[in-house]
């Protein structure tokens, strides 16, 4: 088995996409479910591009459970540091969509939030023979809203920490996971101060940070190494080492942005591992990696679902390409 050189951490459940586009939740009458939950798409996203990646999390045992774990292992993750909780359900999100793809997440059903499997992550079952030799930790700010998946988190910073493993976080904030919105700002700011790379979308970075310039999130930071503030089919910009720079978009036909992001996170973590520290210090090559996961992001839109949608490198490549021509 090869080891995996990113390992990512959090959750992983189905998104139930809205069938009708630009409906309110009530007025929805069919939903899809595909595969997702930001770590487990970039988990995903990374194997496909070439890069060996685990994924850490709880899910349910029971049948959804049993499907991701399937996917999981057909795609090639590792999931030695999969956990199975014995009746905490896996769990389901259900999002509506805009007519042009955008998505808003409508919540679980009706299952509490804290009930799910994903929030039940025990610290002490983390398997650290996967830190020994991994060059990236990927976690979100999700599961700092449970006791018991905080731990984790925690615990997980703590064994890359120890093993120089260098930790990627996207905020990834969603209100509807929070029973307790007063404490999540505070929480993820005391995370980002103990990691290496920090990715945001705009909205994010104006609500936490009020700015959306990178380098003046950076500032906040001091032990932050590299910021990626995404928007969207607008690109975004970027702080990396000494340099700065707008993210490049790319013109697609999208249908649906589910996993757009974490498609992003992992064509840079997949740059990264292949160019190594250069990456912060090439004003160039870091144009050309930002170029790359900005292609693997956009590509992720053009089809439904998050991780039915991923590309391979070849059908990034030839995207990059084929726009300089």
């Known amino acids: 088995m090869t080891n995996p050189e990113i390992i990512c951490l959090g959750e992983i459940l189905f998104d139930c996409l809205a ?4 409906k309110e939740l009530i007025d929805v009458t069919s939903w899809t479910a595909y595969p997702g939950g930001a770590p487990a798409n970039v988990a995903c996203a990374l194997i496909k591009l070439g890069t060996p990646a685990a994924f850490i999390g709880c899910i349910g045992s029971d049948n959804y459970g049993d499907q991701l774990v399937s996917l999981l292992e057909e795609i090639g993750v590792t999931i030695t ?14 999002v509506t969509r805009s ?5 808003h997440f409508a919540g679980f059903g009706n299952i509490d939030t804290a009930q799910f499997a994903d929030t039940k ?3 002490q079952n983390l398997p650290e023979s996967l830190f020994i030799n991994a060059k ?15 731990k984790a988190i925690y615990q997980a910073i703590e064994l890359a920490k120890k093993h120089q493993v260098k930790v990627f976080v996207d905020i990834n904030w969603r209100p509807v996971f929070w029973d307790n919105l007063e404490i999540a700002e505070p929480l993820i700011i005391e995370v980002l101060h103990q990691v290496d790379f920090i ?13 959306e310039n990178a380098k003046e999130i950076a500032q906040k930071f001091p032990n932050v190494t590299g910021i990626l503030v995404t928007a969207g089919e607008k690109g975004g910009t970027y702080y990396l080492g000494e340099n700065q720079g707008q993210i490049p978009a790319f013109p697609v036909n999208v249908v649906d942005t589910t996993g757009a992001g974490d498609s992003f996170v992992a064509g840079f973590l997949h740059q990264c591992c292949l160019m190594g520290d250069r990456v912060l210090e090439d004003e160039i090559m870091v144009k050309e990696v930002l170029t790359y996961a900005s292609a693997v992001g956009a590509l992720t839109t053009t089809k439904p679902g998050a991780i039915a949608a991923q590309p391979c490198d070849k059908e990034v490549t030839d995207l990059i390409r084929g726009l300089n021509l």
């Open 136 to 150: 990236y930790l990927v976690i979100g700010t999700l599961e700092l809203a449970y006791p018991k998946s905080k």
């Open 81 to 94: 540091g999969v956990q199975r909780h014995p009746t905490a359900p896996t769990r389901q999100i259900y």
């Open 19 to 22: 069938d009708q586009l630009g």
């Open 199 to 211: 990715k945001c979308s705009l909205e994010e970075a104006q609500e936490l940070f009020k700015t």
């Open 99 to 103: 007519l042009t793809g955008e998505r």
């Open 121 to 123: 992550l025990l610290a």
